[in-house]
């Protein structure tokens, strides 16, 4: 069982940039695939960028890419998720997940289904 921490969330205004902060609680090593997910108001979970276990690969959803850049630090346990220009379309609930490291698929880590342990979510409002 691996416990996930977010960070980083908070009240911006359309432009702003935010970095959300994921790693696991206690010493276990972050020896997953890791992804963000969001979930805004009366909205389904959504897709927002996933990292293989390495480093080495990446998927953004087409809404973020170009935005947003997911990345990861395994020595220091830590993935993050820089979101530049925001927009008020942004505005969810933003969650990290980890997944036992198999063979990356980019579009099969794009599934929530995928993912075996969730964060509890940070929230992030853009707003002017």
């Known amino acids: 069982q691996v416990q996930l921490v977010e960070s980083g969330g908070g009240l911006v205004q359309p432009g702003d940039s935010l970095r959300l902060s994921c790693g696991p609680s206690?010493?276990?090593?972050?020896?997953?695939?890791m992804g963000w997910f969001r979930q805004a108001p009366g909205k389904e979970r959504e897709f927002v960028a996933a990292i293989s276990w390495a480093g080495s690969s990446k998927a953004y959803a087409d809404s973020v890419r170009g935005r947003f850049t997911i990345s990861r630090d395994n020595a220091e346990r830590t993935m993050w998720l820089q979101m530049n220009n925001l927009k008020s379309e942004d505005t969810a609930v933003y969650s990290c997940a980890a997944a036992s490291t198999g063979i990356w698929n980019s579009t099969a880590y794009r599934s929530a289904l995928i993912y075996n342990f969730w964060g509890q979510g940070t929230q992030v409002t853009v707003s002017s």
């Open positions: 206690g010493d276990r090593p972050l020896k997953y695939h």
